[in-house]
């Protein structure tokens, strides 16, 4: 079987993945959201655009300086 990162043989300590270097590099792209699906679903837009907007207007919220 194969890395699904390098493509380099996998390791059983890390499986599916060679190392733990690949194992994170994976980890990394679902916490950043290079696994997410785009969606068109217009309710999930709408859904999305409140919560912005709730979040805009949140007190507690850090502000960029």
Do not use: H
């Not at 590099?25 to 916490?31: H, M, P, Q, Y």
């Not at 785009?38 to 859904?47: A, L, M, T």
């Amino acid at each position: 079987m194969a890395c699904p990162i390098c493509d380099k043989e996998t390791n059983a300590a890390y499986r599916p993945f060679c190392s733990k270097r690949c194992a994170d590099v994976d980890l990394a792209k679902w916490l950043g959201g290079g696994y997410a699906i785009p969606s068109n679903d217009p309710d999930e837009i709408d859904e999305l655009e409140d919560a912005l907007e709730k979040a805009k207007q949140d007190p507690e919220l850090p502000r960029p300086s």
